[in-house]
Structure formats: structure tokens, C-alpha cells
């Protein structure tokens, strides 16, 4: 994370505040979220997609449990 700050706070601060002007990414799930809002997808597909994200995040992110 340091680069990333070394790297924003080094601009100027016009580009620094249309940067922070900018709207955050959209994620998958919000992205699904509006698929199923506007018609595209179906509620069971987006079901479906969740379930899938879901298994592709465990993989990449297990959960850990702490030891006792």
C-alpha cells in the first residue's frame, strides 16, 4: 500500500482531488446485483453467480482458524 500512497500523494492536488472525485469500481456482486434489478438475469441466475464467486473466493481466500 505504501507505493500506492508515494504515488497518489505525489501528484498535484488538482488531479489528487479529480481522482478522489472518481466513483469506486464496481465489484462483481454489484455488478450481478444490477444484472437481476434491470431484467438481465433472473433471480436464480444470479443465485447461481453468487454461489460460484462465492466457491472462487474461498479458493483464493481461505479462511483460517485461529489455533486454541
Do not use: C, W, Y
Not at 507505493?3 to 479529480?18: H, I, Q
Amino acid at each position: 500500500m505504501a507505493l500506492a500512497s508515494t504515488s497518489f500523494s505525489g501528484r498535484p492536488a488538482s488531479e489528487r482531488a479529480s481522482l478522489m472525485a472518481l466513483p469506486p469500481p464496481p465489484d462483481a456482486e454489484g455488478e450481478l446485483l444490477g444484472q437481476v434489478m434491470t431484467g438481465k438475469i433472473s433471480r436464480n441466475e444470479h443465485r447461481t453467480a453468487m454461489a460460484v464467486l462465492a466457491q472462487s473466493d474461498a479458493r483464493t481466500h481461505p479462511l483460517r482458524v485461529p489455533a486454541e
